[in-house]
Nanobody
Framework: VQLQASGGGSVQPGGSLRLSCTAS????????IGWVRQAPGKTREGVAC??????EYADFAKGRFTISRDNAENTAYLQMTSLKPGDTAVYFC????????????WGQGTQVTVSS
């Protein structure tokens, strides 16, 4: 299983970005795909996850971030809006069996920087 994350960049506060995670070797439409972020000097924290049962969001992501999945492309997206400087982090794509379980597979991170 390989996960390829893309879409990071630099934006001003209030801006938007869409991250993409393309999975190869991972059952399309099955399992869970999510995003985890790590800010400098901080531990990793879950952002959002989607599996066949549900979507889940961290409290800080609710109302601002939307996770979605294109099963035909085996790609998951994280649409981020109203970005804040506190959202600055490396965002990792991850996959597993269910959102409620630990992730099994990890992709490389993509940097998101929110700064004026």
């Amino acid at each position: 299983v390989q996960l390829q994350a893309s879409g990071g960049g630099s934006v001003q506060p209030g801006g938007s970005l869409r991250l993409s995670c393309t999975a190869s070797g991972f059952p399309s439409g099955r399992g869970a795909i999510g995003w985890v972020r790590q800010a400098p000097g901080k531990t990793r924290e879950g952002v959002a996850c989607i599996d066949y049962l549900r979507t889940e969001y961290a409290d800080f992501a609710k109302g601002r971030f939307t996770i979605s999945r294109d099963n035909a492309e085996n790609t998951a997206y994280l649409q981020m809006t109203s970005l804040k400087p506190g959202d600055t982090a490396v965002y990792f794509c991850a996959a597993g069996e269910l959102c409620e379980l630990d992730y099994t597979y990890w992709g490389q991170g993509t940097q998101v920087t929110v700064s004026s």
